[in-house]
């Protein structure tokens, strides 16, 4: 199973913005997956937030943050980045991406049951 990396998470201020990206470990490629993030606030369950094809041209966003958060694919530095802005402290938790079998809310639930999980990045939204 490819083991992917999350990276860029920080203290940003309510109403900011945050970019996050998801590599593949060494050794392992993206190209052929489609991928989720997900996001876990302390004290609570983790939970989807957005998907992506494998080809970047389906994407998927959860109401919480539609409109706000932007996936994409560079395929230049291989990664799944996801773009963050008019943050809240309400989107304060660790962010997590993962391979999810087809971008769409139902596979991107299915995948909350892996117990297959990087370390995640931290995001922290407050003044």
């Known amino acids: 199973q490819v083991q992917l990396v999350e990276s860029g998470g920080g203290l940003v201020q309510p109403g900011g913005s945050l970019r996050l990206s998801c590599a593949a470990a060494?050794?392992?490629?993206?190209?052929?997956?489609?991928i989720g993030w997900f996001r876990q606030a302390p004290g609570k369950e983790r939970g989807e937030i957005s998907c992506i094809s494998n080809s970047g041209d389906r994407t998927y966003y959860t109401d919480s943050v539609n409109g706000r958060f932007t996936i994409s694919r560079d395929k230049d530095r291989k990664t799944v980045d996801l773009q963050m802005s008019s943050l809240k402290s309400e989107d304060t938790a660790t962010y997590y991406c993962?391979?999810?079998?087809?971008?769409?809310?139902?596979?991107?639930?299915?995948?909350?049951?892996?117990?297959?999980w990087g370390r995640g990045t931290q995001v922290t939204v407050s003044w």
């Open positions: 060494s050794g392992f490629t993206l190209d052929y997956y489609d």
């Open positions: 993962n391979t999810v079998p087809m971008c769409n809310a139902i596979q991107l639930r299915r995948i909350l049951r892996s117990d297959s």
